[in-house]
């Protein structure tokens, strides 16, 4: 999709199988890039397969199909030195900040983690002195260096968690929801620090959440799933001002606006119908169950994502030229 991309994923999936020939498709034919020195906001409901693409992007989850291309390298072609060296060059920060962290731990042993699995130091002072390093440089004291993750704020703790995935300099961090288990005090903060590390360190990153108003006070780009499925991806500035997808409107329209005269006439889109299930998702379009705008076509082709604009991707039979008659009529209703 663009040209200097860090990374370039296509096509990837990642099945569950459930037993008694149930397959659950978490991630299903998913295609984007991720620009170096950029953020990519990826967006949907819970359940839509964000934090399962992360992981699978990562090698978390072995992935069943498709193929992750970094810094111009197929991850399947790599050795398994090579595999352990990405390991230090793509790093993660979990959603819950208590749960990732050893409680039995201290600060230094749970940042130093890392670095000691790669073996990078071989005094125990220039391992404490680089851990002290990390402390101050997410916002912390050095003097917690020997103190566990339950004497720790709840945004503390994240910024630890920060702190170790920084740990081995990588280039690219994925960061899983970081926010949605902090106080809405707490969030802004957490946020000013990954954007301020991004642009310090030159970091690549792809920031996962369901907050979209941080979404896309963070992202560069953002990318849009729906039940395993990439259904818009564009610049955030282009994805806020001219949504195209019915699914990404009706997301958009679900921020409160803090002006409360304009908030009161604003039309909210309301979906109908339940979440369909990603073990028996619908044939076609996976949205078509829950679109207003649904066709015939819907029921029986899948819309590709395809560019309907300079650097604007969607998949949707209601874009410029989509087969069918009504294309034009949406085109003016999805304008508006």
Not at 39 to 61: A, D, P, Q, W
């Amino acid at each position: 999709m663009t040209d200097n991309a860090f990374l370039e994923v296509s096509h990837l999936k990642k099945y569950f199988d459930l037993g008694h020939d149930r397959i659950l498709k978490a991630v299903d034919d998913v295609s984007l890039n991720v620009r170096k020195g950029k953020t990519l906001g990826i967006v949907g409901e819970s359940g839509c397969g964000k934090t399962t693409f992360g992981r699978t992007v990562l090698g978390i989850y072995e992935k069943s199909g498709g193929k992750v291309v970094f810094d111009g390298k197929d991850t399947d072609d790599m050795s398994e030195k090579e595999h352990f060296q990405l390991k230090k060059r793509m790093q993660m920060i979990f959603q819950d900040p208590y749960a990732s962290l050893n409680p039995r731990s201290t600060v230094l042993d749970l940042i130093a983690e890392p670095m000691d699995i790669h073996h990078l130091f071989k005094h125990g002072r220039d391992r404490r002195t680089r851990v002290g390093e990390l402390l101050q440089e997410v916002g912390l004291s050095v003097d917690f260096l020997n103190r566990y993750p339950h004497e720790f704020s709840g945004g503390q703790r994240q910024r630890i968690g920060i702190a170790r995935a920084l740990a081995l300099r990588p280039e690219f961090v994925i960061a899983d929801e970081p926010i949605s288990a902090l106080d809405v005090s707490v969030q802004a903060q957490v946020v000013q620090l990954l954007k301020q590390l991004q642009k310090e360190k030159g970091l690549t990153m792809m920031f996962i959440a369901h907050d979209l108003s941080m979404v896309k006070y963070i992202s560069d780009d953002v990318a849009v799933m729906y039940l395993g499925h990439l259904v818009e991806q564009t610049s955030s500035r282009v994805l806020y001002d001219r949504p195209l997808h019915p699914y990404t409107q009706a997301l958009l329209s679900a921020i409160p606006i803090p002006d409360p005269d304009v908030e009161e006439k604003r039309k909210r889109i309301i979906l109908s119908g339940d979440l369909p299930s990603p073990i028996n998702p619908p044939d076609g379009c996976v949205f078509r169950t829950r679109c207003p705008f649904a066709m015939a076509i819907c029921t029986s082709e899948k819309p590709s994502l395809k560019e309907v604009a300079e650097g604007h991707y969607v998949a949707c039979h209601l874009h410029p030229g989509a087969k069918s008659g009504d294309a034009a009529r949406m085109k003016q209703v999805l304008s508006k």
